[in-house]
């Protein structure tokens, strides 16, 4: 059973930045797939950010450069640097696995979902 652990998510200022991380139980097989999402009170989950194919992001166009996503295979951990945040930001995040994907910024790809870590910019 695979576990996901999210952290580093807080509250911060308009403009600043956190960093998230999401600790693996088990590593996908391959080349991967794995995503950062998140829910607004009210709103359905959304993709953020994606990491498929060994190599290959993806990102949601409002957060594409301002956020980065990467992952370190020997940690077992996906990364989310977060920076210039805003209000708009403002969230539960997720992180998500599974072995491959079409899309990864679709949720309903993933069986593997960590509880979540909540930022809020102000």
């Known amino acids: 059973h695979v576990q996901l652990v999210e952290s580093g998510g807080g509250s911060v200022q308009a403009g600043g930045s956190l960093r998230l991380s999401c600790a693996v139980s088990?590593?996908?097989?391959?080349?991967?797939?794995m995503g950062w999402f998140r829910q607004a009170p009210g709103k359905q989950r959304e993709g953020v950010a994606g990491?498929?194919?060994?190599?290959?992001?993806t990102y949601k166009s409002s957060v594409r450069g301002r956020f980065i996503i990467s992952k370190d295979n020997s940690a077992n951990t996906l990364y989310l640097q977060m920076n210039n945040l805003q209000p708009g930001d403002t969230g539960m995040y997720y992180c998500?696995?599974?072995?491959?994907?079409?899309?990864?910024?679709?949720?309903?790809?993933?069986?593997?979902w960590g509880q979540g870590t909540q930022v809020t910019v102000s």
């Open positions: 990491h498929y194919g060994g190599r290959f992001t």
């Open positions: 998500a696995a599974d072995d491959r994907c079409n899309n990864p910024l679709n949720a309903n790809e993933f069986p593997h």
């Open positions: 088990s590593w996908p097989h391959g080349r991967g797939c």
